[in-house]
């Protein structure tokens, strides 16, 4: 039996026929049924019958006209043993005479395989690096390294932090810094309705935030400023002059906004509470 | 101020104080309304005397006064009347509902269907009724009053934003103080029995009312003219234009106040000047008045409410930041 030579083996076959019309055979795939395609001058040839020791086999295909009087043979060859064989000895005439009249056509089985070799395996080299260890040792590295995967993922896609420089947002400014405009727009007497407002809102949360309590509600605090001698005496001047029709004169209200108008020039305004 | 015009307010007061002890915001209140035809919603807990003080107004300004108790069966025409089928001539008659008076008397409005509300509401925003296919004018001066309790909200219908917003103030009675508790009872200890045709029952602060008017509706009408002569200067304006506004862009509150409400403070803020015997308004007019004018018609925010902050608080934010 030569197909465990076959399975083991590594075979190239290379058909070389001199009558191919192409110039050089190609090698064929190694311990593979390979096509061949050869140009005889006959068209009755037929494969000769062989036994289970053959060292190669050869099927025919097809026969078919070149066109050009001779016959275009297709073969299915399969070498088992590397060497040099005819084709005559493969092929029969229909009345079952050798085909003699092909001469010497080669079919030639090379291995690629040197010729003294009986079979040796390769040598050990040793590798340069460690090896870690088997087969499981591997998967369980890899398998580590899979589930250090996600976390490498998240910390490389996090978003990077940055480093924003804030600046000290600016001071609100003080009570004194809001009045200024207004008071000073009031003793020139060209202060509009809405400067009037937000000056009568700014006097009130001032002497509100220096006299009533935190949790004081507003319309408590008011009371009690009411009741404040310095500002209820100023609240009430305000009232008469702007809610009160000829309830107080512009030089009333000048004298009262007076310590006003000069301390807010200071930046700060001298409260007796 | 004429002295006319501080009878009229002191005399009502005085009469009020007789039978009811404390509330004089209330009454402050009621008077407001009363002054400026608008209407007023009171929340307070069962016992806080609601209906006492209305009744007692209206004794004594000698207003037609009505009482609607308010159900969940009620229909519209239990309120503004219907077309009855008079079998006697075979024709239908018009029968007017409670609302045709002067002071109306809605008690626990919210226990009404949106049906019933929305009935009354429509009445009191265009001050007629229509029954069948006739349109009929209510009494002038017409003053609804409604009540709510505050706690139990079982089985009723909260009145929407919308008719909220008809309601020119919505204040919150708080239970008296101590002392006045304590006067309540002293009263109530003087008060002796009732005999009538033979039977007998204590009686209560409902007896105590005085009969005759202390006021006439002439009165009380040269004094809501006398409230629409006082000043409002612009700067008055001014801030309460700014308070509306800040309503609408303070981040806690969802819905601000509407424009009615710029109008509500300002009329009434002159109504509290006239009461508090002053030709013009003041801004602590505004500060006392805000909490009942503007507290039932803005919503907070779900973020604020989840910080469990309230509309007072909120509300108290704006009135500092605006003074």
């Given at each position: 039996?030569?197909?465990?030579?076959?399975?083991?083996?590594?075979?190239?076959?290379?058909?070389?026929?001199?009558?191919?019309?192409?110039?050089?055979?190609?090698?064929?795939?190694?311990?593979?049924?390979?096509?061949?395609?050869?140009?005889?001058?006959?068209?009755?040839?037929?494969?000769?019958?062989?036994?289970?020791?053959?060292?190669?086999?050869?099927?025919?295909?097809?026969?078919?006209?070149?066109?050009?009087?001779?016959?275009?043979?297709?073969?299915?060859?399969?070498?088992?043993?590397?060497?040099?064989?005819?084709?005559?000895?493969?092929?029969?005439?229909?009345?079952?005479?050798?085909?003699?009249?092909?001469?010497?056509?080669?079919?030639?089985?090379?291995?690629?395989?040197?010729?003294?070799?009986?079979?040796?395996?390769?040598?050990?080299?040793?590798?340069?690096?460690?090896?870690?260890?088997?087969?499981?040792?591997?998967?369980?590295?890899?398998?580590?390294?899979?589930?250090?995967?996600?976390?490498?993922?998240?910390?490389?896609?996090?978003?990077?932090?940055?480093?924003?420089?804030?600046?000290?947002?600016?001071?609100?400014?003080?009570?004194?810094?809001?009045?200024?405009?207004?008071?000073?727009?009031?003793?020139?007497?060209?202060?509009?309705?809405?400067?009037?407002?937000?000056?009568?809102?700014?006097?009130?949360?001032?002497?509100?935030?220096?006299?009533?309590?935190?949790?004081?509600?507003?319309?408590?605090?008011?009371?009690?400023?009411?009741?404040?001698?310095?500002?209820?005496?100023?609240?009430?001047?305000?009232?008469?002059?702007?809610?009160?029709?000829?309830?107080?004169?512009?030089?009333?209200?000048?004298?009262?906004?007076?310590?006003?108008?000069?301390?807010?020039?200071?930046?700060?305004?001298?409260?007796?509470? | 101020?004429?002295?006319?015009?501080?009878?009229?307010?002191?005399?009502?007061?005085?009469?009020?104080?007789?039978?009811?002890?404390?509330?004089?915001?209330?009454?402050?209140?009621?008077?407001?309304?009363?002054?400026?035809?608008?209407?007023?919603?009171?929340?307070?807990v069962p016992g806080t005397a609601k209906t006492l003080l209305v009744n007692s107004v209206a004794k004594a300004v000698d207003l037609q006064f009505s009482r609607v108790q308010f159900t969940i069966d009620m229909l519209p025409?239990?309120?503004?009347?219907?077309?009855?089928?008079?079998?006697?001539?075979?024709?239908?008659?018009?029968?007017?509902?409670?609302?045709?008076?002067?002071?109306?008397?809605?008690?626990?409005?919210?226990?009404?269907?949106?049906?019933?509300?929305?009935?009354?509401?429509?009445?009191?925003?265009?001050?007629?009724?229509?029954?069948?296919?006739?349109?009929?004018?209510?009494?002038?001066?017409?003053?609804?009053?409604?009540?709510?309790?505050?706690?139990?909200?079982?089985?009723?219908?909260?009145?929407?934003?919308?008719?909220?917003?008809?309601?020119?103030?919505?204040?919150?009675?708080?239970?008296?103080?101590?002392?006045?508790?304590?006067?309540?009872?002293?009263?109530?200890?003087?008060?002796?029995?009732?005999?009538?045709?033979?039977?007998?029952?204590?009686?209560?602060?409902?007896?105590?009312?005085?009969?005759?008017?202390?006021?006439?509706?002439?009165?009380?009408?040269?004094?809501?003219?006398?409230?629409?002569?006082?000043?409002?200067?612009?700067?008055?304006?001014?801030?309460?234009?700014?308070?509306?506004?800040?309503?609408?862009?303070?981040?806690?509150?969802?819905?601000?106040?509407?424009?009615?409400?710029?109008?509500?403070?300002?009329?009434?803020?002159?109504?509290?000047?006239?009461?508090?015997?002053?030709?013009?308004?003041?801004?602590?007019?505004?500060?006392?008045?805000?909490?009942?004018?503007?507290?039932?018609?803005?919503?907070?925010?779900?973020?604020?409410?989840?910080?469990?902050?309230?509309?007072?608080?909120?509300?108290?934010?704006?009135?500092?930041?605006?003074?």
């Amino acid at each position: 039996m030569r197909y465990p030579a076959f399975m083991r083996g590594l075979v190239a076959i290379l058909m070389v026929f001199a009558q191919w019309v192409t110039a050089e055979p190609s090698p064929k795939g190694i311990g593979l049924e390979s096509d061949v395609e050869v140009i005889l001058d006959r068209g009755d040839y037929q494969p000769k019958p062989m036994d289970d020791r053959t060292p190669l086999i050869l099927r025919l295909d097809q026969v078919r006209p070149d066109g050009k009087g001779r016959f275009a043979y297709s073969f299915h060859c399969l070498g088992f043993e590397p060497g040099t064989y005819r084709l005559a000895d493969y092929l029969i005439h229909p009345d079952g005479t050798p085909a003699k009249d092909l001469g010497e056509t080669p079919i030639e089985v090379k291995s690629i395989l040197p010729p003294d070799f009986q079979g040796e395996l390769n040598p050990f080299s040793p590798s340069p690096l460690p090896k870690l260890g088997g087969y499981r040792n591997i998967l369980t590295l890899l398998a580590i390294l899979w589930l250090c995967g996600l976390p490498a993922l998240i910390w490389l896609g996090r978003k990077k932090k940055v480093v924003q420089v804030e600046e000290p947002p600016a001071p609100a400014p003080s009570y004194a810094e809001r009045l200024r405009p207004f008071v000073e727009a009031a003793a020139a007497g060209t202060l509009s309705t809405s400067g009037q407002a937000e000056l009568e809102r700014l006097l009130t949360g001032y002497w509100r935030e220096r006299i009533a309590l935190p949790d004081q509600r507003m319309s408590e605090a008011l009371a009690a400023l009411k009741q404040h001698p310095e500002a209820g005496a100023l609240l009430r001047a305000l009232e008469r002059w702007l809610h009160q029709p000829g309830g107080a004169s512009n030089s009333e209200i000048g004298r009262l906004l007076e310590p006003y108008r000069r301390e807010t020039l200071n930046g700060t305004v001298e409260v007796r509470a | 101020m004429t002295d006319t015009r501080t009878h009229f307010v002191q005399a009502v007061r005085d009469r009020v104080g007789e039978v009811v002890v404390g509330q004089d915001v209330v009454v402050e209140r009621m008077m407001i309304a009363l002054l400026t035809g608008g209407h007023l919603l009171l929340l307070g807990v069962p016992g806080t005397a609601k209906t006492l003080l209305v009744n007692s107004v209206a004794k004594a300004v000698d207003l037609q006064f009505s009482r609607v108790q308010f159900t969940i069966d009620m229909l519209p025409s239990d309120i503004i009347g219907s077309e009855l089928l008079d079998q006697a001539t075979g024709k239908f008659r018009t029968h007017q509902g409670p609302v045709f008076t002067n002071l109306l008397l809605a008690d626990e409005i919210n226990r009404a269907a949106p049906k019933v509300q929305s009935a009354l509401l429509e009445a009191m925003q265009e001050r007629k009724v229509t029954i069948g296919n006739a349109t009929y004018p209510l009494p002038m001066p017409f003053l609804v009053i409604a009540t709510q309790n505050p706690i139990e909200q079982a089985g009723t219908f909260e009145l929407p934003e919308a008719q909220l917003d008809r309601f020119m103030l919505c204040h919150r009675i708080s239970y008296p103080t101590a002392e006045q508790e304590e006067e309540v009872l002293r009263r109530q200890l003087k008060m002796g029995l009732k005999r009538v045709e033979g039977g007998a029952m204590p009686k209560t602060a409902f007896d105590m009312i005085g009969g005759e008017p202390v006021c006439k509706l002439e009165d009380l009408v040269s004094a809501m003219a006398d409230v629409q002569a006082v000043h409002v200067s612009e700067v008055f304006m001014k801030h309460c234009v700014e308070l509306i506004r800040l309503t609408r862009t303070h981040p806690a509150i969802e819905m601000g106040c509407s424009p009615r409400a710029g109008l509500s403070i300002v009329q009434a803020a002159r109504a509290r000047a006239f009461v508090n015997e002053r030709d013009y308004v003041v801004p602590e007019d505004l500060f006392q008045l805000a909490e009942d004018v503007v507290l039932h018609r803005i919503r907070l925010s779900y973020e604020a409410l989840a910080e469990g902050r309230k509309p007072e608080q909120v509300l108290e934010e704006l009135l500092q930041q605006l003074g």
